[in-house]
């Protein structure tokens, strides 16, 4: 049968979702979307801001990051949900035309794919940790790995996410209580000193150019959201006298996240201000390792602490790679149908995605995220933000576009023509 034929694969992912596909709970979708939680990336990321750049420093970045963003998500959020259509349908009737849409397509694909790559690098690292196998032989078994677990989309993610939230919730909480107990943890958070290091202090010793340095990277979550909405779209319609646990879901599982990271953010600067204290900055950014210093401390026994932080983040990376190598397909999917004019099927470009990701491992992209984030954020922002004009503006205010969102094809300017009053 010809994969595109297959709707438990193609999860409608070029089309409205009906539904008749939507018989997931409001609960269940937003578990699907607190995904983003367990990925490694968070603890990584903020293990080299905090050490570079010291806790106030990255503080103040990730909150102007997450007050610039947490408006635009929730206005997209709610769109996705309503509307029951993801990012690139939103954006082909936000003011991007047909053709224009395509090339958003192109940048959210490779949102999904910098952060799959650098994912399955943290999830390499394990694999390497634990079975001593070289780091580009792991690559390629993580990327191996995602293909089979994303073929089935959300048919299976649904599922796979549920059963293995309790064993994460436990893994992460026992990291957390154990670096929270050890002496001076507090101290140790906001002032964190490597070992062999030098600590760049908290409040003294503000920098304006590390602020933006740290905030430039966190905007590019902003784009976050469309991978929030590819399981939003997904929110049955509100039954009555539920519209207010409906809304919560969609808060929370769309804009939620950023008050989700806000934890994340404060969890991991307390593991790594531990960490600092008994290794390295250069090992303390790997998070296999981060999390074996802290489960040292538990256990007494490193062998069983590695195992534990091998189990961690092994299983995070799953989960989070599921949620990128599935939007990643879906963006595919949407920008070579209209390019090659053809539709093989969404599991052709699970693989194709699957592939990218591994050249970009291949290629060290983990040492350089940073760096690519900072870069990518002007355009995911701009992308984001031109989505909440036409919305808010153009739509509610001015009302000088229709006020409902029209994606379909025979409706749409290839790029929209500027409107004149």
Request: net charge neutral; glycine share 8%.
């Amino acid at each position: 049968m010809h994969l595109a034929d297959n709707p438990q694969m193609e999860d409608y992912s070029l089309r409205y979702t009906p539904s008749a596909f939507r018989t997931w709970s409001p609960l269940m979708v937003f578990l699907s979307c607190l995904v983003a939680l367990s990925a490694m990336a968070g603890y990584a990321l903020d293990a080299a801001f905090v050490n570079e750049f010291g806790f106030g420093n990255s503080l103040l970045g990730f909150a102007i990051a997450s007050i610039v963003t947490l408006p635009l998500t929730i206005v997209i959020a709610f769109a996705i949900a309503r509307k029951h259509i993801d990012i690139d349908l939103l954006t082909r009737g936000s003011g991007f035309g047909y053709l224009g849409s395509t090339v958003t397509s192109l940048v959210y694909a490779t949102y999904t794919l910098i952060f799959l790559a650098f994912e399955g690098a943290i999830m390499a690292q394990a694999v390497t940790a634990l079975s001593g196998l070289d780091i580009h032989l792991s690559y390629v078994v993580v990327s191996v790995v995602m293909v089979p677990l994303t073929l089935y989309g959300m048919s299976f993610s649904a599922k796979f996410q549920a059963w293995t939230w309790p064993m994460w919730v436990v893994l992460i909480g026992l990291a957390v209580v154990t670096a929270a107990t050890a002496p001076g943890s507090g101290e140790h958070m906001l002032n964190p000193v490597p070992q062999g290091g030098v600590g760049v202090g908290t409040v003294a010793g503000l920098s304006l150019v590390a602020i933006f340095v740290v905030a430039a990277a966190n905007l590019s979550l902003a784009t976050q959201v469309g991978e929030q909405g590819d399981y939003l779209r997904l929110m049955p319609d509100p039954k009555p006298g539920r519209m207010r646990s409906w809304r919560w879901a969609v808060i929370m599982g769309g804009p939620g996240f950023a008050v989700f990271a806000v934890v994340i953010f404060f969890a991991s600067t307390l593991l790594v201000g531990y960490a600092d204290t008994q290794a390295t900055a250069a090992e303390v950014a790997l998070p296999v390792d981060l999390f074996t210093i802290v489960f040292q401390r538990l256990t007494g026994n490193h062998t069983a602490a590695l195992v534990l932080a091998g189990v961690l983040v092994i299983l995070s990376q799953i989960k989070i790679n599921i949620m990128n190598t599935y939007s990643g397909s879906l963006s595919w999917s949407n920008f070579f149908s209209r390019v090659l004019h053809r539709h093989p099927g969404r599991a052709v470009w699970v693989v194709l995605q699957v592939a990218l990701a591994l050249v970009l491992m291949e290629i060290d992209i983990f040492d350089h995220i940073i760096t690519v984030l900072a870069i990518y954020a002007n355009v995911g922002i701009a992308w984001v933000a031109a989505m909440v004009s036409d919305l808010v503006i153009n739509k509610r205010l001015l009302k000088i576009a229709p006020a409902h969102v029209e994606f379909r094809r025979a409706h749409l300017f290839n790029v929209d023509r500027v409107v004149t009053v």
